[in-house]
């Protein structure tokens, strides 16, 4: 696995006394569910972008661990650009997501918007996400920093590595120090890819930090055929893991529909990261 030396560090002792590297170098490893990041496993997490429907997301449950991913995702409140686009199910979402999830064995992940959701959703979820638009939502922040389930934190499309890492603390600060760093794309001036995926602050973040870091290349690029090489890309220079939208039917996807995966392009993308994994000494888990 990839490791830096502490002279490289960018970042002052006490800069960020959370969630800061370790004296040791060493990354904290984070469990959702039964699944842990940080180890030696690099983690495929995958699903819809949002919970569309019960069989939907059951559906997407199943092609998911068919392919070999290990977490489920699933918006059920869903941040769109627009009030006028789908919204997602909401508490409904939920509740269909915790039933896909026990059925197919596997633990998934949900954004949270509102700070005045945490508490209903606290018991019901296997980790929280919050997405690029909410980084900077300090209450929500503090918020997640008083409950005892993990928080995946991706970063703010036009946020600096230390704001992100700033974010990170403001959970930390609360004791809870179950956080995942998710670089999802940062915007740019062009608009080919859909944001400009940064790998480089990524690794920035898991050398400066010991907090477990992956990547959402969906998002980052929202083209599906790019998603698979930004994976292997990914697991090569030494992250923790990936996150990637996958839907039975892409092409009836209520939010973003065009850079879904489908079923057997997930499976593709997951079997080539298996011949790489032991070459930078990492494992790919398959659900027990
Ligand atoms: C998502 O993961 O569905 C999502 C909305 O991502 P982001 O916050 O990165 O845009
Ligand atoms: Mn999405």
């Not at 290990?70 to 979402?93: C, D, H, I, N």
Request: glycine share 12%; net charge negative.
């Amino acid at each position: 696995m990839q490791k830096f030396a502490a002279e490289q560090l960018s970042t002052t002792p006490g800069e960020f006394p959370h969630v800061g590297r370790a004296a040791d170098g060493a990354t904290r490893r984070v469990s959702i569910g039964d699944v842990s990041f940080g180890g030696d496993e690099f983690v495929v997490i995958a699903g819809p972008c949002a919970v569309e429907s019960r069989e939907q997301i059951e559906a997407s449950a199943r092609l998911v661990r068919k392919a070999g991913a290990r977490v489920l995702r699933g918006g059920a409140f869903k941040p769109r650009t627009s009030p006028y686009s789908f919204q997602g199910l909401g508490m409904e979402g939920i509740e269909h997501l915790r039933r896909a999830s026990l059925r197919a064995g596997m633990p998934f992940v949900t954004e949270v918007m509102s700070v005045g959701d945490v508490a209903e959703l606290a018991p019901r979820v296997d980790a929280f996400q919050v997405g690029t638009r909410n980084m900077h939502n300090f209450a929500l922040l503090e918020e997640l920093g008083r409950q005892p389930k993990p928080v995946l934190l991706k970063r703010g499309f036009g946020a600096t590595l230390r704001e992100w890492l700033g974010a990170a603390e403001y959970i930390a600060s609360g004791g809870n120090l179950d956080i995942i760093l998710c670089e999802r794309g940062i915007r740019s001036f062009g608009d080919e890819t859909r944001f400009v995926l940064d790998l480089a602050g990524a690794l920035w973040a898991k050398r400066e930090s010991q907090l477990p870091v992956i990547v959402d290349p969906s998002h980052a690029t929202g083209l599906p055929g790019l998603v698979d090489p930004l994976a292997r890309a990914t697991l090569a220079c030494g992250l923790d893991g990936v996150m990637v939208e996958a839907h039975p039917t892409p092409e009836t996807a209520l939010s973003d529909r065009a850079q879904a995966l489908t079923p057997d392009m997930l499976s593709a993308m997951i079997e080539g990261l298996r011949p790489i994994a032991p070459a930078v000494g990492r494992e790919i888990g398959s659900a027990g």
